[in-house]
């Protein structure tokens, strides 16, 4: 028995499932889990030495790799001076300003925990704000595992097939309406059909947690347009995808001002971290100065912000995106490549570092468009990969992430598996 499976059994008497996130259990593609004892650049080392080429990248925040020098050497200084103070401190307020000059939207910003209380505190600040209970939100994007939020959900949710979880009441669940992503009608018609009651509208503006989707040319606008029109709240969950696919994420590359943003992994440079933010007359109902009321112990850590501002000071300093780009669109034209040369209906939607591979003729557009594509095909893409010393997320439902890291032999080497898995699948 391997080191990850004797680790496996010892976790599953302790631990549901023996994870702490339901997607690391392989329970999608089927086999045991692997654990990683080490990480550097764009290389994960198992538990059983072995080296994997990482395109899960910790679900997105390793956008400079794993284990980075000047990460690491801002929270050992970070950690000379203490590990958590329970007052404020110097770094959160150098966390908020960059956050600020990067997102022109953000006037004023809280930070939290998580992406899951980040996404949770925007809404209950939408219903408190507007003094109305309906959220919009839209099948396949998962916002975290709160209970107005956890109804049609993506992510981990969607692959072990229970998108509405268990212990959401009922009364919760009528309170959050579903729609179609890239359908503005279904928008039209929602707000049509509940005039007045509807607090705001969240969506991941560009899709990962159904495998990576993006917009449709104009849809966020639209989406905007009928939130301006009728009083809702737009928040854009940019928890994945801001600071990776631009410094001021999809907004940024959208053209598109939302009322309040939420945000997490990258800026906290791989330790805990989520942060909300928007239009300062809305974050203003906020306590301690307003009704709203949210609160966290570790809120602000001084650990993760050192280390959050270390990963955007170095993404300011050096503008990785073009290079990102560059290397998805390769990870992308190999696996596309294959599957024609083998006759194989793919799609691999990409935009800058975030990739997924859908073995399906259609165009993936959507939830339904998305579960639709051939799962099975899907897993035995996954193990050969990983046979093969290459780490795809465990799942046909997640997004593939890319590194700065990744470049040179690691992205030749994983073009060179997509493209033998492909062709003998």
Not at 57 to 77: F, K, L, Q, V, Y
Not at 132 to 148: E, L, T
Not at 253 to 269: M, R, S, Y
Request: hydrophobic residues 45%; contains cysteine.
């Amino acid at each position: 028995m391997s080191v990850s499976e004797q680790l496996f059994a010892r976790a599953q008497q302790l631990i549901p499932g023996g994870v702490n996130s339901p997607v690391r259990a392989f329970r999608s593609v089927g086999g045991a889990p692997f654990f990683v004892k080490s990480a550097h650049g764009a290389t994960l080392v198992t538990a059983d030495d072995r080296e994997l080429i990482d395109f899960v990248c910790t679900w997105g925040p390793a956008i400079h790799g794993h284990n980075h020098p000047r990460i690491r050497a801002a929270i050992a200084a970070a950690l000379e001076n203490g590990t958590s103070f329970g007052t404020p401190n110097p770094y959160e307020v150098e966390m908020a300003e960059l956050i600020v000059r990067f997102f022109p939207s953000i006037q004023k910003v809280r930070m939290c925990n998580s992406g899951t209380e980040a996404t949770m505190s925007a809404v209950r600040l939408a219903r408190g704000f507007t003094g109305r209970d309906k959220i919009v939100k839209f099948s396949g994007c998962y916002h975290g595992h709160s209970d107005s939020l956890l109804i049609k959900a993506g992510s981990g949710a969607l692959t072990h097939g229970y998108p509405d979880s268990a212990g959401v009441p009922a009364a919760f669940a009528q309170e959050t309406i579903v729609l179609p992503f890239n359908d503005p009608s279904a928008l039209d018609a929602a707000f049509a059909a509940n005039p007045g009651r509807i607090a705001g509208v969240i969506l991941e503006p560009y899709i990962g947690n159904v495998g990576f989707i993006r917009a449709e040319p104009g849809y966020l606008r639209q989406v905007r347009a009928a939130c301006t029109a009728n009083g809702a709240v737009l928040i854009f969950d940019e928890v994945m995808t801001g600071f990776r696919l631009a410094r001021g994420g999809v907004q940024e590359l959208e053209a598109i001002v939302p009322d309040l943003t939420c945000l997490g992994k990258i800026i906290g440079g791989g330790l805990p971290v989520g942060a909300f933010g928007g239009r300062a007359d809305i974050m203003d109902r906020l306590a301690p100065l307003g009704p709203v009321y949210q609160a966290g112990t570790l809120s602000g850590n001084p650990l993760a912000m050192a280390a959050g501002i270390a990963a955007l000071r170095e993404i300011d300093e050096k503008d990785p995106y073009p290079r990102l780009e560059a290397l998805g669109r390769r990870i992308r034209d190999a696996a596309l490549a294959a599957a024609r040369a083998k006759g194989l209906p793919a799609r691999a939607p990409q935009c800058g570092s975030m990739l997924s591979v859908f073995f399906t003729a259609d165009p993936v557009r959507d939830y339904d468009s998305a579960i639709a594509s051939d799962a099975a095909l899907f897993r035995r893409f996954f193990h050969a990969c990983l046979a093969q010393g290459v780490y795809w997320p465990p799942s046909a439902f997640e997004t593939a992430f890319l590194s700065t890291a990744h470049d040179g032999a690691a992205v030749d080497r994983a073009c060179e598996v997509l493209t033998k898995v492909i062709r003998e699948l």
